[in-house]
């Protein structure tokens, strides 16, 4: 007779224990049963695509915000950043959108309904309104380069205030885009997204704020920065208070996002995101230390999003996460009678 | 208490779906003490529905070697081999039986097991066989979320895909909290048990029902179903099997019970299943609430800081 083997089940559990840099955790190893320790749950299909989405549009709504105070108080550098950057991070958001799509070709079968059951209905409806204002509104800034006389000309009068006009609609649409991602990864069966509900839209709030500060801090002249430096400010706050919450508040199901390469990513989110905030803060006469400030909420908030994402790609793809909460839940209910 | 609410409360999915004309609810009762493991659904479902092969895989853990419900699987029939007695021994409590997981017995030889190793060395093992499915859901995630009204509710109250609209979005994959419906792969879209639809509009049994040699799979109106299992249950319950339990029935449980449910004869986790799985659009509203406070404190911070001064 051999060696007794262990359960075969071992060999397809992911346990992160003994990885992730001899962390000390705070949540014992847990007794459960499993199936051979495979997955309850399908992990999400969902590819890389996804948390670099979660970025780009929190970005473009971020910048688009940005762009519609510098619009309102007079901060044309601000504006102009804000606006082009929004451009760019909201095609951006549309393509890993599309791109991430098992049929791409099919992508326009989104709009055949509009269910609020359905975040992910909600959301395109929401870039659907976002995505042509923040165009209108960046291309809108071309129009000093059009010449002044001729059909190019009405449009060179024109476009300033029509650009107006969509920079409002977008900066007005934004904080739902920038919100919305929260409920959309909450609303699945997958254990760590699903019990941080209450966080995650305030984490991703937080961070468009920050990745928007970060454009403009990175682009705008020191005596127009002001807004940026505060935005970036009030972003890290919600921010940071949220990842907190989602790192300790869920008990087993915060274990996730502190361990493995989720809680590498969360980590080196907080940990820009500070020096982001403290060198905004410091760097007010300084063009350099703003940029590079700039820069690092920018990371902080791909770093956050990644992080987040795959926090919650791992909790699915272990059943102690899905097995072990819910088996409390029957027996505290058993226990009540 | 009954709720009125389509996504979490007991109601009858079909007519709220809007069908005028709807059907009785339709589904299947698996009774997995008579399965036998034989996989004639698996393979008659693959036959009618032209499902895919999976490919060849040897999971090296049992003789499952389908490993779970997926794309191409939409019967899975698990093996649950232990070697400890089918029945718990007096005085142990339900659960306890569970608690060492499923072990390892050895690749399969021309001899019994344990032939050669003396009988001291023998220990007694139980299989424990169950035919998964979708369970088509009273509160169905999968349907809720998705983003392109692919996934319907028929005249039966069965949930089914429309393959020419699904445009692999797959958030239904992470809505479902079974873990059944799946991405193919090749092809981008979602699939899972249709519960033979096809047949079911022409009156006949869904093609695994009809293969399953045992009855293990039982086909039908749901109200009557529900009827036979708890009549099966007091029925082993008096043979001296006290394990047995039903699995999905209830239209009080987080899914508002399911279409099609289990008699089992271990915890729910044996197999595979989640113990108390809910549907994910029951914190919806108060998720929505959540993200409309985080967009007001957004646009609060945004006007702070730009009507906060010029420095």
């Known amino acids: 007779m051999s060696a007794p083997h262990r359960p075969v089940g071992d060999r397809f559990r992911r346990y992160r224990t003994g990885r992730g840099g001899g962390e000390q955790l705070t949540v014992p190893p847990a007794e459960f049963t499993s199936y051979y320790g495979r997955p309850v749950l399908k992990p999400p299909v969902w590819k890389w695509d996804i948390a670099a989405y979660l970025f780009t549009g929190g970005l473009a709504a971020g910048s688009s915000l940005l762009a519609a105070g510098g619009q309102l108080t007079g901060r044309p550098a601000l504006r102009r950043a804000g606006r082009v950057t929004s451009l760019a991070a909201v095609t951006a958001s549309a393509y890993f959108l599309v791109n991430d799509l098992g049929r791409p070709a099919r992508f326009h079968h989104m709009l055949r309904v509009a269910k609020p059951t359905s975040p992910m209905s909600v959301g395109t409806w929401i870039l659907t309104v976002f995505g042509p204002a923040a165009g209108v509104a960046a291309v809108a800034e071309a129009a000093p380069w059009l010449p002044e006389r001729g059909a190019l000309g009405v449009g060179r009068r024109l476009l300033p205030g029509v650009g107006r006009a969509a920079g409002l609609v977008a900066a007005a649409t934004a904080p739902a885009l920038a919100t919305y991602t929260g409920v959309l990864l909450a609303d699945t069966a997958v254990p760590s997204w699903h019990e941080a509900y209450p966080e995650l839209p305030a984490i991703f709030a937080g961070s468009a704020l920050a990745s928007g500060a970060g454009v403009g801090l990175l682009a705008a002249p020191c005596a127009q920065a002001g807004p940026a430096r505060r935005m970036a400010v009030a972003g890290a706050a919600l921010e940071l208070w949220g990842a907190h919450r989602v790192e300790t508040r869920l008990g087993l199901l915060s274990e996730p996002y502190r361990t493995g390469a989720p809680g590498r990513l969360l980590r080196a989110g907080r940990t820009l995101t500070a020096a982001g905030v403290l060198g905004a803060l410091a760097g007010r006469r300084s063009r350099l230390l703003s940029g590079l400030s700039g820069a690092a909420l920018l990371a902080a908030s791909v770093a956050t999003r990644f992080g987040i994402f795959h926090g919650g790609v791992a909790s699915a793809r272990d059943p102690k996460y899905t097995v072990v909460p819910q088996r409390a839940r029957v027996d505290r209910r058993a226990a009540q009678g | 208490m009954p709720d009125a609410d389509s996504r979490h409360g007991p109601l009858d999915p079909a007519p709220d779906a809007g ?48 490993g779970a419900l997926t794309a191409n699987s939409w019967r899975h029939v698990a093996f649950v081999e232990q070697p400890r007695p089918a029945a718990p021994a007096a005085g142990a409590l339900p659960g306890a039986s569970a608690a060492a997981g499923p072990q390892f017995l050895g690749m399969p030889g021309a001899r019994p097991p344990g032939r050669d190793t003396g009988a001291q060395t023998r220990s007694d093992f139980r299989w424990l066989m169950m035919s998964d499915v979708c369970k088509h859901c009273t509160h169905a995630a999968c349907l809720d979320v998705c983003p392109t009204g692919s996934l319907f509710r028929t005249e039966f109250g069965t949930v089914v895909v429309q393959e020419d609209i699904c445009n692999g979005c797959g958030y239904c994959i992470s809505a479902c909290p079974y873990g059944v419906i799946d991405q193919r792969r090749g092809d981008g879209r979602a699939w899972k048990c249709t519960l033979c639809y096809d047949r079911l509009g022409a009156g ?96 609060a911070a945004a006007v702070a800081a730009f009507v906060g001064g010029s420095s």
């Open chain 2, 19 to 66: 069908w005028t004309d709807a059907r009785p609810r339709m589904g299947f009762f698996t009774d997995t003490s008579v399965c036998i493991g034989c996989k004639a659904c698996e393979v008659a479902c693959k036959e009618w529905n032209d499902v895919p092969g999976s490919g060849l895989d040897l999971l090296g853990m049992s003789y499952d070697n389908t």
């Open chain 2, 204 to 299: 006949l049994t869904p093609a695994c029902a009809q293969a399953c040699p045992t009855e293990s799979i039982q086909y039908g109106p749901l109200d009557e179903l529900r009827e036979r299992a708890a009549h099966r249950v007091a029925t082993l319950h008096e043979r001296g099997v006290p394990q047995a339990r039903l699995y999905g029935h209830d239209p009080t449980d987080g899914v508002g019970g399911d279409g099609a449910f289990f008699l089992l004869l271990d915890e729910p986790e044996v197999y595979g299943l989640p113990p108390d799985p809910v549907v994910t659009t029951r914190d919806l509203p108060r998720m929505w609430k959540r993200a409309g406070l985080a967009a007001l404190a957004m646009a």
